[in-house]
């Protein structure tokens, strides 16, 4: 049994920063790829960024310059730092793991820029 867990959400105003943590639990050998989709209300749901696990990084246009992701095997956590937030990265997040040839998803946090 996998269990994946985002943290980290809130309300922030424009120009603000969080950072959004997920780890994942329970029977994991390895962890591939890991990463972060997001849903506005109304919107399909996007791609954030992504990670691999050797390191090599994956961003939307619109995110690139503004939000790394990281993550520290050891703790098969990912995290994404999120700055210089606008209106518009409103959204449900979603954490996502590649784990023995399954993605396991979180149950979303959610991030509010709102002045």
């Known amino acids: 049994q996998v269990q994946v867990v985002e943290s980290g959400g809130g309300l922030v105003q424009p120009g603000g920063s969080l950072r959004l943590s997920c780890a994942a639990s329970?029977?994991?050998?390895?962890?591939?790829?890991m990463g972060w989709y997001r849903q506005a209300p109304g919107k399909q749901r996007e791609m954030v960024a992504s990670?691999?696990?050797?390191?090599?990084?994956n961003y939307a246009d619109s995110v690139k310059g503004r939000f790394t992701i990281s993550r520290d095997n050891a703790k098969n956590t990912v995290y994404l730092q999120m700055n210089s937030l606008k209106p518009e990265d409103t959204a449900v997040y979603y954490c996502?793991?590649?784990?023995?040839?399954?993605?396991?998803w979180g149950q979303g946090t959610q991030v509010t820029v709102s002045s």
């Open positions: 990670i691999t696990s050797g390191g090599s990084t």
């Open positions: 329970g029977s994991i050998f390895s962890i591939n790829a």
């Open positions: 996502h793991a590649g784990i023995g040839g399954l993605v396991y």
